[in-house]
């Protein structure tokens, strides 16, 4: 067996330590770069004598630790990227020089000053020395004695096989191996001085004394002098403070301060950080450090809210959103915990092969939510938790995912990151496992499909994503047994929507709820919001009879008593009528026509309600405070936006607004207008549109994906109507589709919950495709809801695929379904298991099916009229 013990090039430090061994991490422990040099290089030089892949891994700016050496391979690797890019970078050298390679890395500490905490250089170290020891490796490491937090090290030190404090006493140089891993001698762990005979031990007790007493009387001395800006910027602010110094004054110091500051916990995105500077205060910041578990960055969502609602409050305009505006009591897990629990977990690696394999399917995905479910937090995080919940005390609370990227310019990441809530009750014990399990689902959905297809399809693969958190108390009151705000929903401060030339679509729109704001973002159900341009309040879409059809009929709650988030029916909720201001949110039915009830007391009244909010939208300043909310919004951020809420009327009859989210809104690929072609002949035409929201013209698309609504309503199984979704996945996943594009058309909504009401798809099952129509089927349920707002819609949007509903009903619309019964159906010939399926889903490859011709799309969306036709 061949030996495992091999030369640190210096035969001195050999005969201290026994020799390395293949496997070894050596973390240098100095005060000078110098020191470290002086050990690097020979133990490089040597690598290569002996023939041996060695590499040297430049990030630090301070100067080379090693020359250019004929053999060495210097590799450089930039930490400014992130934690996330900077570790999988470099998993990915590793991995490609494979095992026994040596490695000679930069000072440690820098990495400190680019990611701002010990923590994450803590985790980079634990994360990475496995996989150099699993390689039978052997690395160099230095790391700047006390610039680090005891905590940091300690982490560093139970992970590393090899710990060396090297320091100068007097001018003389000395050697004290802390750890030596799987080795002993009786003088091993000795200080030892460099001598002409080499390393000597140091045994006189008095000369030892004095070594030791100047050693710690250094090492206490520069713990002042802690490098990581998380802990020294905040500890020289509030010396500012505590000094009784204007925090606000704008000395170039603390002008510096602040803006590494807010670098640290909220980014460094340039037109976030110039909102950011213009319109948070010090003290803005200095609370959202008070209220941080953890360290690291507080996420998108998080920073979205806050920086939005220092703009409201900053004024000016007609409305002081100062009172009007609800605290919004929020903590938040800083980013760093996120990698910190994945590293402890052993789940990094897990992150990383899955963010370079193809995509896993839902059912994989569950089993990576039982591993994320067994991890475990350090105790001083679970201290933190405790400290949060004992603040909340019994009150509801919600967990949301603010990931980096989350809600930033150009990336909402809308739905695909979970948020959990907390009903919060039971005992202490109890609340805690809830509230960690929410965190650590939460952390699994960095993971799940959608997501990881979101990522890879905006280019955002290599990106820095880290998973931070914002704790909220949820909106509401108790009634019955229930939790639940009486109003929430979405605001955007453009209407896409505008089915009337009487609405301005620059004045926006909201979709409202009754309850939670669930109802408002999910395609859910046979349930509708009420849609209010906010130009025009009082209009809406359907008219008479039908306005009860498309309205809202269950509410999404907390339920209390059952200690859980619910769904429950609008007449169970209201059943004894007395919910206050009820009057201002139903509508009495009354010979099929909704009428709004005269009086305030509905507790005598036995006609149907059905939710209209008429009487808020007529009698109050609702949507003048959404749309002048929305108008200053969108002023600071220069662009369109969109925002979540809740609302109530207190005592007094006025709004009180929550606001939940804000972030920047994209428009669709083309908001018009756009020419529709006139010349198009008869049977050329595959469908025309009269209802059309995002525009643009899309071609030439080889495939399209038709599910048949009528067959697809005569399907008894619900197993296989939800396997229709994986075949519609694996459609979307195929290299031949991807390449030539498609067009998917399908019953009523695309990922619908109710797998009666449309195919149950998520983001990662069609975010390849150019256009996507839903066909309404109205007998049979499978009616296409008008999902602008919702994150559905949302995604088409970001993905630039235009997004059809058509009625073949409507005399307006064109549906030429005789050519597409004729189209040679070729599922099986992509897809050889999916022959169960072949009469339902219809796969067309039209050059094949056509003699050569390609489907295009043109679709106006100032005119509502679309068309789809070969050429």
Known sequence: MPSRIVTSGLAALDQVLQGLRLGDNVVWQVDRLEDYVQFAEPFA?????????????????????????????????????????????????????????????????????????????????????PFLFELDTVAYFALTRGRHSHRAVARIRDTTQVLLDLYQVDGGLYLHPLKVWDRYSPQMFLPHVLSEEGWMPVFESGEAAALSISARRRRLQSKARSIAPWDSVYRRLMQYHDAGLDLDARTPEVAALKQELSRMMIGTHPEFSRMVDTYMTLDDLLAIRERLIGSGRI?????GMLLARRILAAGPGERDFNEILEPHDSFYIGSDVFFTFLVNNDLFRLRLQLSRASLISHEEFAEVEKRFLAGRFPSEIMEQFQDVLAYFGQAPIIARSSSLLEDSFGNAFAGKYHSEYCANQGTPEERLEAFTNAVKLIYA??????????RRTRGLGESDEQMAILVQ????????????????????SRNLYAWTDRIDPNRGLIRLVFGLGTRAVNRVGNDYPRMVAVSHPELRPETGARIAKYSQWEVDLIDLARNEFATRSLEEVLEGRDYPGLHQFVSLMKDGHPTDPWTSRLETTNEPMVLTFNRLLAKTDFAPIIGEMLTRL???YGQPLDTEFTAALDASGRIRINLLQCRPMRLPGSVGPVEIPADIPTERVLFRSSRTISGGVTGPIRYLLYIDPRLYGTIESPELKKSLGRVVGRINEHPDVTAGRILMMGPG??????????VNVSYADINNTAVLVEMAREEAGQIPEVSYGTHFFLDLVEANIIYLPVYPGDPEAEFNREAFEAFPNVLTELLSDAGRFKEVVRLVDLPVATGGLYAHVV?????????????
């Open 859 to 871: 679709a106006d969306p100032q005119s509502q009229r679309a068309v789809c036709f070969l050429k």
């Open 445 to 454: 959905s960095a993971l799940n499909p959608d997501a990881m297809a979101y």
């Open 634 to 636: 969108e002023k600071a």
């Open 749 to 758: 909504r695309w990922g619908s919950s109710n797998i009666e009401l449309g």
């Open 473 to 492: 108390r949820v909106s509401g009151m108790p009634y019955r047994q229930y939790f639940f705000p009486p109003l929430a929903g979405v605001a955007f």
């Open 299 to 303: 996420g998108g969502k998080a920073a």
């Open 45 to 129: 030089r040597q690598a290569i004598r002996d023939g041996r892949r060695c590499i040297y891994l430049r990030f630090a700016p301070h100067p080379p630790v090693l020359p250019s050496i004929e053999g060495l391979a210097t590799i450089t690797v930039d930490p400014h990227a992130g934690f996330d890019a900077f570790s999988g970078a470099l998993h990915e050298i590793i991995e490609a020089e494979g095992r026994e390679a040596f490695y000679v890395f930069d000072n440690l500490s820098a990495l400190v000053v680019e990611w701002a905490t010990d923590e994450l250089l803590a985790n980079f170290f634990q994360v990475t020395c």
